[in-house]
C-alpha cells in the first residue's frame, strides 16, 4: 500500500511540475506582482541600434568565435552575470548552419554605413562582401545562403555573373524548406535574383518559390492569442511578411492587401506580450515579435501610412523594455545590448539572431525616439 502511495505522490508531483511549465506565463497573471516604476532616458532608435551592436562585435563577432561552425546559430547562457556559448545550439540548428555572418549581418552593416555616416561599417561591409564572393565560385551553399548580402553591395564588387547566380540558385527550386524561417529566407533569395537580374522568367520562379510556402503554412506553431476568429500563433507573421515582399516586387496588390487584412484582423501590435511568451518563443529560431515588427516595418515601407509606423514602434517599445540588455547591474546583464529571451524559471538566453533583426528594424527608422530603461 505503501509503495502505490509513493508512486501516487510522485505522478501528482510530475503532473503539477508540468502544468507549471506549460502554463508559466498564465499562472503569473493570476498573481501579477506590483508594477514597479521603471525610470527611463529617451533614445533615437538608431543610438539604441548602436549599443545592441556591441553585444554582436563584442560578444557574437568577436575574433575567438570567428570562423567557428555553430558561430550565428549561437544562443548565450547567463546567470549570475557571465554568459556562455550553449552548446547544444550546434545539433539543434540547420537553418543557419554556417560559418559565415549571414547576409542580414552584411545589410545591417550596409544600414549602419547609411545612418551613422561612419566610414568604418562600410569598410567592413565591403569586405564582408568580397569575402563572400570570393568563396562564392568554390562553395555553391554559400551563394545561396548568402545570396541577398552579395548582390546589394556596390556594383564595382559584384564580380559574379548573374547567370551563374541564378543556374547556384535554381537547383533550389523545388526542394522544401524545413520550416518557414527557411521557406522565407529561401523567398528572399529568389526576390533579390529577380530584381539583380531583371529576367522575367527569375520573376515566375520567385512566384512559384513562394507557393511554396503554401504547404508549410499548416504548420500550427505554437499557440499565442486569439482575436476574434483568427489564432495567432508563433508563425503567424510569415506569409504576410513573404506577401508583403512579393509586392515590392511585383507591385500587385492582391498580395498587398492580403498582408494588410491580416494586420487589421490579427491586431498583432497590441499582443507584443503574448506573442513573447515562453511556450510561444521556445525553439524559434527567430523570435515571434520580432518577424511581426518585421511585417509592420516592411509594411510601412511600402504603404508610408504612419498608423503602421505607430503600431511597429508600439511593439518595438515593448520588446525594447522587456527584452534587451541595457543594464549592467541587471543578475544576467552586462549592459551590451543584446537581446534577450527570457525562459522563467529556466533562466535568460542572449540571441545573436535575434539582435540583428531587432537591429535591422531599429536601422529602418533611425530618428524615431524610443524611452530605454535607465
Known amino acids: 500500500m505503501s509503495n502505490k502511495k509513493n508512486i501516487f505522490i510522485i505522478v501528482a508531483a510530475l503532473v503539477i511540475i508540468s502544468g507549471i511549465y506549460w502554463f508559466y506565463d498564465d499562472i503569473i497573471r493570476l498573481f501579477p506582482k506590483k508594477p514597479v516604476p521603471v525610470l527611463t532616458k529617451s533614445m533615437l532608435a538608431k543610438d539604441v541600434a548602436l549599443t545592441s551592436w556591441n553585444f554582436i ?4 563577432l568577436n575574433k575567438e568565435r570567428r570562423g567557428y561552425i555553430d558561430f550565428w546559430r549561437t544562443r548565450f547562457i547567463c546567470k ?11 545539433l539543434q540548428s540547420d537553418v543557419l ?19 551613422t555616416k561612419d566610414p568604418q561599417f562600410n569598410r567592413k561591409r565591403i ?59 529561401k523567398l528572399e533569395r529568389f526576390i533579390a535574383l529577380a530584381k539583380f537580374t531583371k529576367n522575367p522568367k527569375h520573376l515566375e520562379v520567385a512566384e512559384k518559390v513562394f ?27 510569415y506569409k504576410p511578411l513573404g506577401e508583403i515582399k512579393m509586392y515590392e516586387l511585383t507591385q500587385n496588390s492582391m498580395y498587398r492587401d492580403a ?38 516595418a516592411s509594411l ?16 518595438m517599445q515593448y520588446l525594447m523594455t522587456r527584452a534587451v540588455d541595457f ?24 540571441h545573436s539572431i535575434d539582435t540583428l533583426w531587432f537591429v535591422n528594424i531599429l536601422l529602418r527608422i533611425p530618428n524615431e525616439e524610443f524611452q530605454v530603461p535607465l
Not at 80 to 90: E, R
Not at 107 to 113: G, I, V
Request: with cysteine.
Open 327 to 350: 543594464k549592467a547591474e541587471r543578475t544576467i546583464a552586462t549592459g551590451d545590448g543584446a537581446f534577450i529571451r527570457n525562459f522563467g524559471t529556466q533562466g535568460k538566453t542572449k
Open 97 to 115: 548552419s554556417t560559418y559565415l555572418p549571414p547576409a542580414l549581418y552584411v545589410e545591417d552593416l550596409r544600414l549602419f554605413a547609411t545612418v
Open 211 to 237: 507557393k511554396e510556402g503554401e504547404k508549410m503554412y499548416l504548420e500550427p506553431g505554437s499557440p499565442a492569442y486569439r482575436e476574434g476568429d483568427i489564432a495567432v500563433t508563433s508563425n503567424s507573421c
Open 127 to 185: 569586405a564582408e562582401t568580397l569575402f563572400l564572393t570570393l568563396l562564392c565560385g568554390r562553395e555553391p551553399d554559400v551563394c545561396r545562403r548568402q545570396f541577398t548580402a552579395i548582390v546589394n553591395g556596390d556594383a564595382d564588387y559584384k564580380k559574379v555573373d548573374p547567370n551563374k547566380f541564378a543556374a547556384l540558385l535554381i537547383v533550389d527550386v523545388g526542394l522544401e524548406p524545413k520550416n518557414l524561417l527557411a521557406w522565407f529566407q
Open 57 to 60: 562585435d563584442q560578444s557574437a
Open 80 to 90: 549570475k552575470g557571465k554568459c556562455v556559448a550553449d552548446k547544444n545550439m550546434i
Open 259 to 296: 498582408a494588410l487584412a491580416f494586420v487589421d484582423q490579427s491586431k498583432i501590435y497590441d499582443h507584443a506580450a503574448d506573442l513573447s511568451k515562453q511556450k510561444v518563443m521556445r525553439g524559434r529560431l527567430v523570435h515571434p515579435a520580432l518577424v511581426c515588427a518585421e511585417l509592420l
Open 300 to 315: 510601412y515601407e511600402n504603404t508610408k501610412e504612419s498608423k503602421y509606423l505607430g503600431q511597429l514602434k508600439k511593439v
